[in-house]
């Protein structure tokens, strides 16, 4: 973006960005051909490309002209290998990548077209240059694609995953929700309530003797879920108005935990099986019903909610408060004295 939140009308849901950085450097669209971010290599040799979507809105499709990509981790876990040309990366999603330099000396277009911008490639726009040792210091004239190995995340699995805990049934897990978007004017909902930043942080509500969701602010958005329990979390896209809310398909982001993705976007069978573990999930659009499951082995408030930064302003999220009583034992011991006395006494109470 060129300009501030406020300058582009903070209250909007569907602000476009004005060009595509990698690693820092980019071009725009009537700007000037400015330098690019330059990825070396030598031939011959094979590298780990980490790929990090650090977009707060634009999802990407990243491919490198001439050179397939194996994946070999999703979001720090590692995976059996995938063979790709293309990847779709979402705000939040982190992948490895190993690369082999087996082309030609030259340079090659690096390519992230991204959704909520120009998709042109003319003039270096949303691109970046892999040059190989020797290659002359120039803009590629690579042409893209075709592609053929196209990225399914319902057949990327975990490396050595010991499956999926809980009965390998659709909701049989010990604690099923459903969590359901919605889209009012100009706010976002899960299961019809829009979230509001409380003005006493959760853990600090739990701290401070609150241990059931009734206690909790926001109201509405908070789901206690018991301690060593599988959890299963379903997000259907199933508005007709809405393609699954405005602005999708949208990352949803787990803290806390690492979840398996039994249901993916775009499929619709579940893997209980050999799915891929991740913290971070698309969630599709129109007829889809991403669905994962993790468990509750780490007492606390964790926040769930949608990467697209203009999206959880706006409301998109709640918070899974993990057996409160046990977060308040431990969280409470780790929390050292002169931190508790920052807080005057009239702002600790939950009530």
Same mark, same amino acid.
């Given at each position: 973006?060129?300009?501030?939140?406020?300058?582009?009308?903070?209250?909007?849901?569907?602000?476009?960005?004005?060009?595509?950085?990698?690693?820092?450097?980019?071009?725009?669209?009537?700007?000037?051909?400015? =330098?690019?971010? !330059?990825?070396?290599?030598?031939?011959?040799?094979?590298?780990?490309?980490?790929?990090?979507?650090?977009?707060?809105?634009?999802?990407?499709?990243?491919?490198?002209?001439?050179? #397939?990509?194996?994946?070999?981790?999703?979001?720090?876990?590692?995976?059996? $290998?995938?063979?790709?040309?293309?990847? $779709?990366?979402?705000?939040?999603?982190?992948?490895?990548?190993?690369?082999?330099?087996?082309?030609?000396?030259?340079?090659?277009?690096?390519?992230?077209?991204?959704?909520?911008?120009?998709?042109?490639?003319?003039?270096?726009?949303?691109?970046?240059? *892999?040059?190989?040792?020797?290659?002359?210091?120039?803009?590629?004239?690579? +042409? +893209?694609?075709?592609?053929?190995?196209?990225?399914?995340?319902?057949?990327?699995?975990?490396?050595?995953?010991? %499956?999926?805990?809980?009965?390998? +049934?659709?909701?049989?897990?010990?604690? /099923?929700?459903?969590?359901?978007?919605?889209?009012?004017?100009?706010?976002?909902?899960? #299961?019809?309530?829009?979230?509001?930043?409380?003005?006493?942080?959760?853990?600090?509500?739990?701290?401070?003797?609150?241990?059931?969701?009734?206690?909790?602010? =926001?109201?509405?958005?908070?789901?206690?879920?018991? &301690?060593?329990?599988?959890?299963?979390?379903?997000?259907?896209?199933?508005?007709?108005?809405? /393609?699954?809310?405005?602005?999708?398909?949208?990352?949803?982001? *787990?803290?806390?935990?690492?979840?398996?993705?039994?249901?993916?976007?775009?499929?619709?069978?579940?893997?209980?099986?050999?799915?891929?573990?991740?913290?971070?999930?698309?969630?599709?659009?129109?007829?889809?019903?991403?669905?994962?499951?993790? !468990?509750?082995?780490?007492?606390?408030?964790?926040?769930?909610?949608? &990467?697209?930064?203009?999206?959880? &302003?706006?409301?998109?999220?709640?918070?899974?408060?993990?057996?409160?009583?046990?977060?308040?034992?431990?969280? %409470?011991?780790?929390?050292?004295?002169?931190?508790?006395?920052?807080? $005057?006494?009239?702002?600790?109470?939950?009530?």
């Amino acid at each position: 973006y060129h300009n501030s939140s406020i300058e582009l009308g903070a209250i909007s849901t569907q602000v476009f960005p004005d060009s595509t950085v990698i690693n820092g450097l980019g071009r725009y669209s009537g700007g000037p051909s400015s =330098p690019l971010a !330059v990825i070396n290599v030598e031939e011959g040799k094979r590298y780990r490309f980490r790929i990090v979507g650090l977009s707060c809105a634009s999802w990407f499709n990243f491919t490198i002209d001439g050179h #397939n990509m194996t994946i070999i981790e999703a979001d720090g876990i590692e995976t059996e $290998p995938m063979v790709v040309d293309s990847l $779709p990366v979402f705000p939040g999603q982190r992948y490895s990548v190993v690369v082999t330099a087996n082309q030609a000396v030259g340079n090659y277009w690096i390519r992230a077209s991204a959704d909520l911008l120009n998709r042109t490639f003319e003039g270096g726009l949303n691109s970046a240059i *892999l040059r190989y040792e020797g290659a002359a210091d120039e803009d590629p004239t690579t +042409e +893209e694609g075709p592609y053929d190995l196209d990225f399914n995340q319902s057949i990327l699995t975990t490396l050595d995953s010991a %499956g999926v805990p809980g009965t390998p +049934e659709v909701g049989k897990a010990d604690v /099923n929700i459903n969590l359901i978007p919605g889209h009012i004017g100009a706010l976002f909902n899960i #299961n019809n309530v829009s979230f509001v930043d409380p003005t006493v942080p959760v853990l600090l509500q739990i701290l401070s003797g609150a241990t059931h969701a009734s206690q909790l602010l =926001p109201a509405g958005s908070i789901y206690e879920l018991p &301690h060593n329990k599988v959890i299963e979390l379903s997000f259907p896209a199933t508005d007709n108005l809405t /393609n699954g809310a405005v602005g999708g398909p949208h990352p949803m982001h *787990l803290h806390g935990h690492r979840f398996w993705v039994i249901r993916s976007a775009g499929n619709s069978s579940y893997n209980f099986d050999h799915p891929v573990m991740r913290d971070t999930v698309s969630m599709g659009t129109q007829g889809d019903n991403v669905t994962i499951r993790f !468990v509750t082995d780490n007492p606390g408030p964790w926040f769930f909610h949608c &990467h697209i930064d203009w999206h959880l &302003h706006h409301g998109f999220a709640v918070v899974m408060a993990e057996s409160p009583s046990e977060a308040a034992i431990e969280q %409470g011991n780790a929390v050292p004295q002169d931190w508790k006395s920052l807080c $005057p006494a009239n702002l600790t109470s939950s009530s």
